[in-house]
């Protein structure tokens, strides 16, 4: 969602007053939204969805908490229809305070359903060989060369495509149909992810896997086509938010790659009503996270509803609830940095930020739009998009960029009439994240070798850095977006940004965050047989992150980011494999 906000009077007066009397009547209609409690959109979920976070619920007080995933059970899909799977479900024996035994509640599961991820089907990819041709040029280390091909192989443990069941009877199933070969995360996460599949893309660009990388794309234009935005995932649950919005690189590095212009023309209408989605449409403007959804996420409802128990109102819980949805949409679930309170998850209050790193997701998607449509020769289409970059451009250096601290940072939004759209220097998040970084992966930013020279120089002394990388935050919490977590995803377009500057310290810091990377996981992977989806970046190869980890299934964007940085660095002659 977008929100128009007014430049920063002192850094452009002119701008300032222009925006001033049209910014009056709009402000009223945004305030109707921020100020009062809970008065956003709703899109409603599916009847099954209903029903299996009943059975979640179920499964909760029958099995208790121990080792629970409430994910699982709206995982699951019916081998009847829903009205007799609910009647079996009434008839299961229950004691006088309603409580079920764990034998009923299993056989009934048993009898009603497939297994969570049963609806999907392992594949091998069309284009999947076991040493393709120009694999990595830049590793000649023998073991690590042979580390790499088996990083490699793992694309054939996490392919899969839809069953025709899905297909044939959808209302069974909370999986999506979607057409063409997936290429999904791993471990609990068994369906397709949004921002994921960029750094899946990465790898398979790596991997010399087009076909694989291209059917992703259409697969994500599907859901564009169906829901008018890329959903969290493909799941029936999912259908109320979007993720970090990267559809447009990733059609742009395929496209870099192969030429393929019809990706481009199918791409470029899809990536429209997606643009159009975060944004209402208005020049001058930024956007935030806002889910359509004000209750429990269905995956996580036990969760979300202990969380949300010490609230007293259903309009406090509903404000808290689309919190929570909105955070999930940001793709750093959790993190204080989404938090007023750190010590304190209630204090959510992402839907009245305006996120660095979405801002500049956003900003590369005009920036893509407008190439495409000069490659397609829509002249009109490219003129709107290249003035919407710009306006966006100087929004982000407006209201982001901190000069002193060489940073771009969140923005808080005031909650009162007086305070929501004057810009003021304390409204800046100033505590450290990796978040902050992020636009340095955007060419417009990057190619400005005094903001590089900054930002470097503010990177090194940050206390982000590592020896497995690059954390999220500097905030010592449990929420898996804090330290010490070090994600994937964040050293990839950190890294990315410093290469693609032109600056030789920048660069310098790029290949020491990649090996750092790069050595944190071959020594995972020599000692647990996977990578997982985070690590503890204070122990260098150690382990580190929640959920189960899956022997030689590893995780999605790991394995993309690995091999991405293999094939940008190689491995440097002079660094040693082992940790
Ligand atoms: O389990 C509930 C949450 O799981 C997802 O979030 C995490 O995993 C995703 C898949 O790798 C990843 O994209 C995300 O950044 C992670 O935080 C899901 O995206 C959430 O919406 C969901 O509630």
Redesign the pocket.
């Known amino acids: 969602m977008a929100l128009p906000l007014f430049p920063n009077p002192n850094q452009n007066p002119s701008f300032f007053l222009l925006f001033l009397s049209l910014y009056l009547f709009a402000s009223m209609m945004t305030l109707a939204n921020i100020a009062s409690i809970d008065s956003g959109p709703i899109r409603p979920t599916t009847p099954l969805v209903i029903f299996l976070e009943k059975l979640q619920e179920t499964a909760f007080q029958t099995y208790g908490s121990s080792d629970f995933d409430p994910?699982y059970y709206v995982d699951l899909s019916l081998k009847f229809d829903l009205k007799t799977t609910e009647k079996g479900f009434d008839e299961i024996p229950r004691s006088q305070n309603g409580s079920i035994l764990s034998k009923d509640l299993k056989a009934f599961t048993e009898r009603y359903f497939y297994g969570a991820g049963e609806d999907l089907i392992f594949v091998k990819p069309v284009d999947f060989v076991v040493e393709p041709d120009g694999f990595l040029p830049k590793v000649k280390n023998q073991k690590v060369r042979s580390w790499a091909l088996e990083v490699h192989s793992l694309w054939r443990n996490l392919s899969r495509r839809v069953s025709d069941g899905v297909k044939e009877h959808p209302e069974l199933h909370t999986l999506l149909a979607l057409p063409g070969t997936c290429v999904v995360?791993g471990s609990r996460?068994r369906e397709v992810?949004y921002?994921?599949s960029f750094w899946v893309i990465r790898g398979l660009l790596a991997s010399k896997m087009y076909e694989t990388a291209k059917a992703i794309i259409y697969n994500l234009i599907y859901l564009i086509d169906e829901y008018g935005f890329v959903l969290?995932?493909a799941r029936a649950y999912y259908t109320n938010r979007s993720?970090p919005p990267l559809l447009s690189p990733m059609v742009h590095e395929v496209y870099k790659r192969t030429g393929d212009i019809e990706l481009v023309k199918k791409s470029l209408p899809a990536l429209l009503k997606e643009h159009h989605f975060w944004n209402s449409g208005c020049n001058h403007i930024l956007s935030r996270y806002y889910a359509m959804w004000n209750e429990p996420?269905p995956?996580?409802s036990t969760i979300d509803k202990e969380s949300a128990s010490k609230l007293l109102t259903l309009l406090e819980k509903q404000h808290f609830y689309r919190e929570v949805a909105s955070t999930?949409e940001s793709?750093w679930?959790f993190s204080t940095r989404w938090m007023r309170n750190a010590s304190d998850f209630t204090t959510l209050a992402t839907t009245t930020i305006l996120p660095v790193d979405l801002n500049a997701y956003i900003l590369k998607i005009e920036l893509d739009i407008a190439y495409f449509a000069k490659v397609l020769g829509e002249s009109s289409i490219a003129q709107r998009f290249d003035e919407a970059s710009q306006a966006r451009k100087n929004a982000i250096k407006t209201i982001f960029w901190n000069e002193k601290m060489g940073q771009w940072l969140d923005y808080w939004l005031g909650t009162t009439s007086e305070n929501v759209h004057k810009w003021e220097a304390w409204n800046q998040n100033q505590n450290i994240f990796a978040s902050n970084f992020i636009p340095l992966w955007i060419d417009m930013f990057n190619s400005d070798e005094c903001v590089v020279d900054k930002v470097v120089k503010s990177l090194e002394k940050s206390g982000l850095l590592h020896a497995a990388g690059i954390a999220a935050s500097l905030t010592n919490s449990t929420e898996?977006w804090d330290f010490p977590n070090g994600w994937a995803p964040l050293q990839h377009m950190i890294v990315e940004g410093l290469v693609r500057s032109k600056s030789k310290e920048a660069k310098t810091l790029a290949e020491d965050i990649a090996v750092r990377w790069m050595k944190t996981n071959y020594a995972t992977y020599m000692k647990t047989g996977a990578m997982h989806?985070k690590y503890d970046v204070r122990r260098c190869g150690e382990f580190g992150g929640g959920g189960e980890y899956v022997p030689q299934t590893g995780f999605g964007w790991t394995n993309g980011v690995v091999l991405a940085f293999l094939e940008e660095f190689g491995w440097p002659e002079d660094k040693d494999v082992d940790c």
């Open positions: 994910k995360p996460f992810y921002w994921d969290n995932g993720q996420r995956e996580s999930a793709g679930d898996q989806e």
